[in-house]
């Protein structure tokens, strides 16, 4: 199925699908392949405190282009002075700071809304954790969409182009993936999209797509 085939499939026949988003490259072409094929629902971001300033301006130059979508950042304004968690427990404990900041909210809010499926961005080049991902995945407490599980980097940059999407410009600089700004580093040669997460800490997800707690 292509892939504006199997996003209009999905806004069919999950009228309650919602989009999470962190506005990476792939967030950002999904969003637009997403519009062109119907969707006017949810694109849902965490804002866990860190985020890059960057990033932060790519969510809003997103929402000023694509004004028939409803942006929600949860947690809005967040701040590691929140007192949400212990300081730097990014250093001390990567995965117990992505629980608590990004994972806890996003699975709070989707308890309370209980969409039927996600439409979410992730393909298989970007990580040896997604090599196998399927274009959609059953199993969990709702249905997984994924769009983009072919589309090759090469693809992607391509479309953005092509579209002049407003991509994160921290990509230009080598971060092919970004997150949080003390567990994010830009990517070396040879390495995959997502090397430069929490690199060195034997870590390559966030919690939200595998784990115990993944949606």
């Not at 199997?6 to 919602?18: G, K, S, Y």
């Not at 921290?170 to 999209?193: H, K, M, N, Q």
Request: hydrophobic letters at 40%; charged letters at 25%; aromatic letters at 8%.
């Amino acid at each position: 199925m292509k892939t504006l085939d199997l996003i209009l499939w999905a806004i069919t026949a999950h009228p309650d699908v919602l989009m999470p988003s962190a506005f990476n490259l792939n967030g950002v072409v999904l969003i637009d392949l997403a519009v062109r094929a119907g969707y006017r629902g949810q694109v849902v971001f965490v804002d866990t405190g860190y985020h890059f300033a960057e990033t932060l301006q790519t969510r809003d130059r997103l929402a000023a282009r694509y004004a028939e979508l409803e942006f929600v950042t949860l947690n809005a304004g967040a701040s590691p002075e929140d007192g949400r968690t212990p300081p730097e427990l990014y250093a001390a404990d990567p995965d117990a700071c992505c629980a608590a900041r990004k994972v806890a909210p996003l699975q709070e809010y989707l308890r309370h809304k209980n969409p039927s499926a996600l439409l979410n961005a992730r393909s298989r080049d970007q990580a040896a954790t997604r090599a196998e991902i399927p274009s959609v995945e059953e199993g969990g407490a709702r249905i997984k969409i994924n769009p983009l599980a072919e589309w090759t980097r090469q693809q992607l940059e391509a479309y953005a182009a092509a579209h002049d999407l407003p991509v994160n410009p921290l990509y230009a600089d080598g971060f092919l993936s970004v997150g949080c700004w003390p567990c994010t580093r830009a990517v070396r040669p040879g390495e995959d999209a997502r090397a430069g997460r929490w690199a060195g800490q034997g870590k390559t997800e966030c919690g939200l797509w595998a784990g115990e707690g993944r949606l």
